[in-house]
């Protein structure tokens, strides 16, 4: 379950997990056990809210699949990336397109860690933090096309702040945190001529907090 306050790096592990699942295997658990050779227990733990997923259980199923470290858990891109942002002279990476709408998509660039469509110059203590552009109208005047929302996903958020929220399609809306409650998530937009968009708990990917909006002369190519 989504925490208002944060996910912790369990929550965070697990739905990076969940979300890989069942992309790849479609919710398959018996091929899940076959190709990665983990017992049927185990499996289940991964599943379970109440059971912990420490980084060495992660590490561990992309070494049984034999894929690299940060394929499944994204999160290990930016935290086993050494000094992050903060130390990084470039700036913030742009690692994609934000829709603010209700039903566009976001386009994950894949670049690694500290790379991405070009940066922003702006200050953080976010190890973790990247930026989007963003397109569309339904947060106008607070954002508006063009410009670039900071994400810092280690901040925490309460209801009513700004958030950039991901399904488990990959879908990604920048919206107002309405509040969470009986398994669903509600969200805003600051243009009323938008209606609130409410979404299963169980279908959020990520939840993370808008630090900050900048305008276009913040950014910079990549060179």
């Given amino acids: 379950m989504l925490n208002v306050l944060g996910m912790s790096n369990d929550s965070q592990r697990r739905a990076e997990f969940v979300a890989?699942?069942?992309?790849?295997?479609?919710?398959?658990?018996?091929?899940?056990?076959t190709e990665s050779g983990i017992s049927k227990g185990r499996a289940t733990q991964y599943f379970d809210e109440s059971e912990p997923f420490g980084e060495r259980a992660a590490l561990g199923i992309e070494?049984?699949?034999?894929?690299?470290?940060?394929?499944?858990?994204?999160?290990?891109?930016?935290?086993?990336?050494?000094?992050?942002n903060k130390n990084n002279k470039l700036g913030i990476p742009v690692v994609g397109t934000a829709q603010l709408g209700d039903d566009g998509y976001f386009y994950d660039l894949s670049y690694p860690v500290g790379h991405g469509d070009g940066y922003l110059n702006w200050p953080t203590k976010d190890g973790n933090a990247y930026a989007v552009r963003c397109k569309g109208e339904s947060m106008k005047p607070r954002i508006r096309h063009g410009e670039f929302a900071v994400l810092e996903p280690n901040h925490p958020y309460v209801a009513g702040d700004e958030v950039?929220?991901?399904?488990?399609?990959?879908?990604?809306?920048?919206?107002q945190l309405a509040y969470i409650r009986d398994g669903m998530v509600h969200l805003d937009s600051v243009n009323e001529s938008f209606q609130r968009i409410s979404i299963e708990e169980?279908?959020?990917?990520?939840?993370?907090?808008?630090?900050?909006?900048?305008?276009?002369?913040?950014?910079?190519?990549?060179t």
């Avoid at 950039?164 to 919206?175: A, C, N, P, S, Y």
């Avoid at 990917?205 to 913040?218: D, E, N, P, S, T």
């Fill in 20 to 33: 890989y699942f069942n992309k790849v295997f479609n919710g398959d658990r018996q091929r899940f056990i």
């Fill in 63 to 84: 070494k049984r699949l034999e894929l690299e470290p940060g394929t499944i858990f994204r999160s290990f891109r930016s935290t086993n990336g050494g000094n992050g």
């Fill in 164 to 175: 950039l929220v991901k399904d488990v399609d990959g879908r990604v809306m920048i919206k």
């Fill in 202 to 222: 169980e279908k959020v990917f990520a939840i993370h907090y808008v630090a900050g909006i900048a305008k276009a002369a913040l950014w910079r190519e990549a």
